[in-house]
Nanobody, 124 residues
Framework: QVLLVESGGGLVQAGGSLRLSCAASGRTFSTYAMGWFRQAPGKEREFVAA????????YYADAVKGRFTISRDNAKNTVYLQMDSLKPEDTAVYYC?????????????????WGQGTQVTVSS
């Protein structure tokens, strides 16, 4: 069982930055691939970024490539999402997720555990 708790969301102006954190419980955190997804009102949950269990591989959606950076600290059981150059279209609830196998990190259905989400609002 892995419990995930996101933090760091908030209201920011376009062009600004936020850093999301996801704290995980359990001793097996370092064996899971981790992902960030987001869901805007009336839209499906979509992939944002993912990182392998070792941190050696990262994946990004085209919409955030070059602006967002995912990282992890296995010693702290925490995964981060640094979001720069934010745009109004980045407004959504952001979810942290854990995937035991990490075979298809961009797919929602591959993830086993989810956090409760944190709201990110970008004003124009």
């Amino acid at each position: 069982q892995v419990l995930l708790v996101e933090s760091g969301g908030g209201l920011v102006q376009a062009g600004g930055s936020l850093r999301l954190s996801c704290a995980a419980s359990g001793r097996t955190f370092s064996t899971y691939a981790m992902g960030w997804f987001r869901q805007a009102p009336g839209k499906e949950r979509e992939f944002v970024a993912a990182i392998s269990w070792s941190g050696g591989s990262t994946y990004y959606a085209d919409a955030v490539k070059g602006r967002f950076t995912i990282s992890r600290d296995n010693a702290k059981n925490t995964v981060y999402l640094q979001m720069d150059s934010l745009k109004p279209e980045d407004t959504a609830v952001y979810y942290c997720s854990a995937d035991k196998f990490g075979l298809n990190p961009i797919l929602v259905r591959e993830y086993d555990y989810w956090g409760q989400g944190t709201q990110v609002t970008v004003s124009s």
